[in-house]
Every structure is written in structure tokens, then in C-alpha cells.
């Protein structure tokens, strides 16, 4: 058997796919490995509930935000207390924004080469760069996108990286008057960037039809938070599972057990562990979280252009889930958009500003859950506490984690497609790192990496021997 | 406008003197402070809108606070962090011109993980403070 070994860039943080050979040259497994640990869940222990929200923000420099208001929802039921309205609206607000400036760096920065210049171009100018210089405005949009996004964080928060802002019970501060207006005032700029974007995407969908197909197109389960109504939702809510004819398969579940119905399974090459739907075992449960899946499970989004743009997705597999896992791309569109809309009616909600923002108690629960919906997916934080708070157990299921044997198929599914004999072209590598990217994984928070893959390309023969190796720059 | 961007780690001891810099530096009309652990992407239209940029970081080593002048260096791809010249670079790409900027930095030698500034770096770091306030008070 061969091994052909790609590392990954562009995403955030650094892993390795490797795709295994037959004797007959034909694929016959590819992996998508991720190679580092940091262990948030064990140095947190010994801390107390109080800092966790600022300690595991820490998990991730890209998305602290979700980490920060999962945490503060765990620390929320350890209190067991229901937080002011106004708070849980402030929260919903630096969600949006958080959405919005990661979906942008994800669509903008990291895949817009890809989808503007193509998975064949020189990998040269097949950057933001190139992208720049082909299409000025498009680079010029993604950076105002984001930064609309992390000025909403950094107004409420005080700071845009790692805000120490939502606590047990709350925020620790409100909106002023002067922030509401300051992002009320770009948030037309934001919209016709959204808007633009989507077009852009529709309109070029067609030139993609060869990677739609092949990259992670087959049917699977779907998880999300789904709204009480059914719609879409990414702060409360309940978990709804699809399947790939979207019937629903479980609705109604409650976030907090989610142990009895998500089991975690390890393997040995692999510190990313591979959840899967209980029910349904292991790995024939796997499902997908993040954009699609949150489309797919959603009947509504609820905002005007919004669910427009969703009756044009849905028209894509009619009275089905989409199953190609290209089209997060798709989904990560419609989301900006609907959430920038959604961000137009809290600013418009009087309550936005309210200075009820905490509610005070002690320890009320040993143990706590936080569920809710990172950019990337279902983001889940499990602690237990002791009387005084002081933290004895930590369990962290991110979204890159619950897509993770969803991402090994999709890698799969692209090394049969593009692999030929034993040749590792330039756009096999590039549409292995698409496939990978169109899940937008965190692996910074997946396993909390630290430090980087080496950019090289290996060959390894039947016996475990180096053929070839093959590097290039990050 | 000019601007004044402070770099560094909260948690990194000396490493966080430019962000020290820019949490203690007032804002003032045509003035404009902001602390960053790194220069990301967002920067660029604020870069695009200044006249004279002054960037503030930790340099690992002894010495004096040493200004330079910094111009716009070779592109780089746009990720999650930029040097102050591919700041600069991909503001001229972008806008068509990159403001006159500075980099001025504070010499540093304890980057180990916590807070306070070795002694060496908090009398520079201060000295730097008064100097910026003078200067951007019109008194220099």
C-alpha cells in the first residue's frame, strides 16, 4: 500500500490528509489527520467558574467570542440562573458579529482564491493577493466585512480579541447609545458586501459544478440549534438532527444531555476525536455541524432576504438536505446576510439598551452545560464544579471536532475523483485543501494546536519507505 | 490624522509594553490610539486614512528606543497577521498610497508568561510615553 501525505493550509491551524494506495494504485482510504495537542480540558481544571469564560477564550485567537459566551452559558446553568433579556440580546448581538467577521475571513480571505482564480491556478498568485490584484473590490469588501464584524465585538467587549465581557450570569457591561450607532451606521456597507458576495457566488456556481459533486457530496445526518418555531437559531433553542431527505430524525433535544445522545469515538492516528450520533453508532452516525448543516435543519431563517436566499439553496436538491459540503460556501453567504439583518433589529430593540445586564448568585449546580452555535457549528462546553466553584471537570466538543468524520469522507471522496496513477498534481493537493476548507475547521480550537505542519508532500511506499517529498511555503 | 498603533501581548511581561503604550496614550483631536496583539488585515483603511503612522512595539534586546522610518515592504499573502511594511504595502496596493510611518520600539528582555515590565523596560517604556505626549501635543 502508498501513502501520499499533503499538509493543509489556510485553514486555521495546520493538518495532514493522508491518502492510502492499493497495490492496484486506486485509493483505498484517505485520512485527514490533526497532529497537535494543547489540552485546554486539563490545565482548566483547578480554576474556577468565574474565569473560565476568559480562560477558554484563550482557546482561539480567530473565534474567542464563541468560546467566550459558551463558557458563560455553562457558567449560566452551574448558577442556575435565567440571565436579563437585555444580556441575552447583547450576547446574540456579539454572536452575529462574531458570525459575520469569521464567515468573512473564511469566504474572503481564505477561500476566495480558490473560488476566483481556480483549484488549478499557479499557487503563486492563487492567493489573497492574486485575488487583489484580479478583483480589488473583492479584497477591499472582505476587510470591511470583517472589520464591521470584530468592531461589533470590540464595541461591546471593549476589545476585539479575547474581551473578557460575558460572565456567569450575564455581561459585565451594557451597550452604550454611542456603540449602538456606530455599528447601526456601517451596517448598510456591510449589507450590499453581503449582498454582493452571494450574487457573485450564484452567479458562478456553474463553474464549480466538477467540485459541488466531489467535494463531500453524499448523504449523512445534519445537527443544529433550531429556534422553538423551527427557525434558525444560534444562541438558544434545541437540537434537531436531519437526515440527507431532511426528515427529521430527533428534534426537540435538550443541549444539556447531549451525552446521551453523542458519543465521542478516538482513534490512533488522530488527537481529534470523531463524534457521532449515538443512535446510529459508530461511524454510521456521523453528521455535520456549521452552515449547511444549520440551513439544512432550520425551516426558516427568519429575516426577509435571508429566506430568500434560502428558497434559492433549498432549490438545489428540492424537498432534500443539500449534501455537498462545497456548498458551505453557500451557507456561510446566506448566514452573513441573514445575520446582518438579524444585527438591524437588535440595534432597532429598544431593551438593546437596557443597563439589566447581570444576574447575581452563587453555586447552584455542580455541573453546567453550554451549548450554542459557534460560526463553524455546534459548540458544546461540559464542566463540573465543586461546592465553591472550583472546576474538576472540563469537556469541549468544537464544531471542527463533530464535522471531523465528515471531513475524512470528503477527502476520501476527492482522492478517488482526482487522483490519476501516482502523480500528485498541483490541483489534486489544491482541491484536497478545498474540500478540507469548505468546513472552515478550527483546529486551533479542535485540539487547541500549537505550533505549525511542515508544508511538505510525502510519497511513502508499501513497506513504510519515502518515494518522494515534495515541499512548499505556508 | 495620526495614527499611533500599540502591539503586544497582555500576558507576555515585556512583549506588551506597546500595548501599555496605547492604553495610556490619550486621544486627541487628529489623533487617533489603538492598542493590537497583531497588525491583521483591518488595519488597512484605517492605515489608508492617516498621514503619519507611529507603530509601537517591544524590541528583544538592549539600547535606547530607537524610531525608523518603515516603508512598504514586499506583499504578503493577507493572513491574520501582517509586519508593519506588508501593512503599509497592502495599503498602497489597496488605496493607492501608504501614509509615512514609524516604527518605534522599546528594548525588552523578559517575554516570559505574566504581567509588569522588567525594570530596564518600564523607565524606557515611560520616557517613551512622556515623549509621544509631548510630541503629539504640538510641544515638539
Known sequence: ?474 | MILVIGLGHPLRRDDGVGLWIAQNLEEREGVKVLGAQELTPELIPQLAAADLVIFVDARHGAGPVRWERVKPGPTPPLTHTLPPQGLLSWTARLFGSAPEAWLVTVPARDFSLGEGFSPRTRLAAEALLRRLRAYLGGEE
Open chain 1, 1 to 474: 500500500m502508498r501513502h501520499l501525505r499533503i499538509p493543509v493550509t489556510r485553514i486555521e491551524g495546520h493538518g495532514l490528509i493522508t491518502v492510502h494506495l492499493g497495490e492496484d494504485g486506486r485509493v483505498r482510504e484517505a485520512r485527514f489527520h490533526v497532529t497537535e495537542v494543547r489540552g485546554f480540558e486539563r490545565f482548566c481544571v483547578g480554576r474556577t467558574i468565574w474565569e473560565m469564560p476568559a480562560l477558554t477564550a484563550r482557546i482561539c485567537g480567530i473565534c474567542p467570542v464563541s468560546h467566550l459566551l459558551c463558557s458563560a452559558k455553562a457558567g449560566d446553568a452551574v448558577l442556575a440562573v435565567r440571565i436579563p433579556r437585555p444580556a441575552e440580546k447583547l450576547r446574540r448581538l456579539m454572536n452575529l458579529g462574531q458570525i459575520v467577521q469569521s464567515h468573512a475571513l473564511s469566504f474572503f480571505h481564505l477561500s476566495s482564491p480558490d473560488l476566483l482564480l481556480g483549484w488549478d491556478a499557479d499557487p503563486k498568485v492563487r492567493n489573497i493577493l492574486g485575488v487583489a490584484a484580479f478583483d480589488r473590490k473583492l479584497a477591499l469588501d472582505g476587510i470591511r466585512l470583517r472589520a464591521f464584524g470584530q468592531e461589533i465585538i470590540e464595541i461591546l467587549g471593549g476589545k476585539r480579541i479575547h474581551p473578557a465581557w460575558a460572565v456567569p450570569g450575564g455581561v459585565n457591561q451594557p451597550l452604550t447609545e454611542e456603540g449602538r450607532d456606530r455599528i447601526a451606521a456601517k451596517l448598510p456597507e456591510a449589507m450590499r458586501i453581503a449582498q454582493d458576495a452571494l450574487a457573485y457566488y450564484e452567479s458562478r456556481m456553474g463553474s464549480w459544478a466538477e467540485e459541488i459533486e466531489h467535494f463531500g457530496n453524499f448523504p449523512s445526518l445534519f445537527m443544529a440549534l433550531v429556534a422553538p418555531d423551527g427557525s434558525w437559531e444560534h444562541y438558544g433553542g434545541f437540537l434537531r438532527v436531519v437526515d440527507a431527505e431532511r426528515r427529521i430524525v430527533a428534534d426537540g433535544l435538550d443541549p444539556a444531555r447531549y451525552p446521551e445522545y453523542i458519543g465521542e469515538a478516538v482513534e490512533p492516528w488522530s488527537y481529534l476525536k470523531f463524534p457521532y450520533y449515538k443512535p446510529y453508532g459508530y461511524p454510521e452516525g456521523m453528521y455535520r455541524v456549521g452552515p449547511l448543516a444549520r440551513l439544512n435543519c432550520c425551516e426558516r431563517f427568519g429575516t426577509k432576504l435571508a429566506d430568500e436566499a434560502l428558497s434559492r439553496f433549498r432549490a438545489l436538491a428540492p424537498g432534500k438536505a443539500v449534501t455537498a459540503s462545497f456548498h458551505y460556501h453557500y451557507a456561510r453567504l446566506i448566514e452573513i446576510l441573514g445575520a446582518l439583518e438579524k444585527i438591524g433589529e437588535l440595534l432597532s430593540d429598544p431593551e438593546i439598551l437596557s443597563t439589566r445586564v447581570r444576574a447575581e448568585a452563587g453555586i447552584n449546580e455542580l455541573e453546567g452545560v453550554g451549548v450554542h452555535e459557534a460560526p463553524r457549528g455546534t459548540l458544546i462546553h461540559h464542566y463540573g464544579v465543586d461546592e465553591t466553584g472550583v472546576i474538576r471537570r472540563v469537556n469541549l466538543i468544537v464544531s471542527t471536532g463533530h464535522n471531523n468524520l465528515a471531513m475524512n469522507r470528503t477527502v476520501a471522496q476527492i482522492a478517488e475523483h482526482w487522483l490519476s496513477g501516482r502523480e500528485i498534481t498541483e490541483g489534486l493537493l489544491n482541491r484536497l485543501e478545498g474540500g478540507i476548507r469548505a468546513y472552515d475547521p478550527c483546529l486551533s480550537c479542535s485540539v487547541h494546536a500549537v505550533g505549525r505542519m511542515p508544508l511538505r508532500v510525502v510519497l511513502v511506499g508499501p513497506e513504510g519507505e519515502i518515494l518522494a517529498e515534495r515541499t512548499r511555503g505556508a
